[in-house]
Nanobody, 125 residues
Framework: QVQLVESGGGLVQAGGSLRLSCAAS????????MGWFRQAPGKEREFVAA????????YSADSVKGRFTISRDNAKNTVYLQMNSLKPEDTAVYYC??????????????????WGQGTQVTVSS
């Protein structure tokens, strides 16, 4: 089992920044690729970004490319999502998730094995 706990969400004005953190415990963190997803009210959960086990490969959704950056610190068992130039449409609950492999399947939530409880991000206009 892998336990994931997100933090860092909150209320921010458009154009502002937030950094989300996801702390992992229970298994060897570096054995897992990580992803960030989000779900806005009334919408399906969508992919935001993913990172390989070592952190050498990342991929972001077009909607956040150039604004959001995913990173990880395996020594701290933590994955981050730095969010800059936030827009009201970024308002959602953000979830981190873990899976054993990093490949094109990392873009789809059904391929992840473990999930955090989510953290709310609200961007005001």
């Amino acid at each position: 089992q892998v336990q994931l706990v997100e933090s860092g969400g909150g209320l921010v004005q458009a154009g502002g920044s937030l950094r989300l953190s996801c702390a992992a415990s229970g298994r060897t963190f570096s054995n897992y690729a990580m992803g960030w997803f989000r779900q806005a009210p009334g919408k399906e959960r969508e992919f935001v970004a993913a990172i390989s086990r070592s952190g050498d490969r990342t991929y972001s959704a077009d909607s956040v490319k150039g604004r959001f950056t995913i990173s990880r610190d395996n020594a701290k068992n933590t994955v981050y999502l730095q969010m800059n130039s936030l827009k009201p449409e970024d308002t959602a609950v953000y979830y981190c998730a873990a899976r054993r492999t990093y490949d094109s399947g990392s873009y789809f939530d059904q391929n992840y094995d473990y999930w955090g409880q989510g953290t709310q991000v609200t961007v005001s206009s």
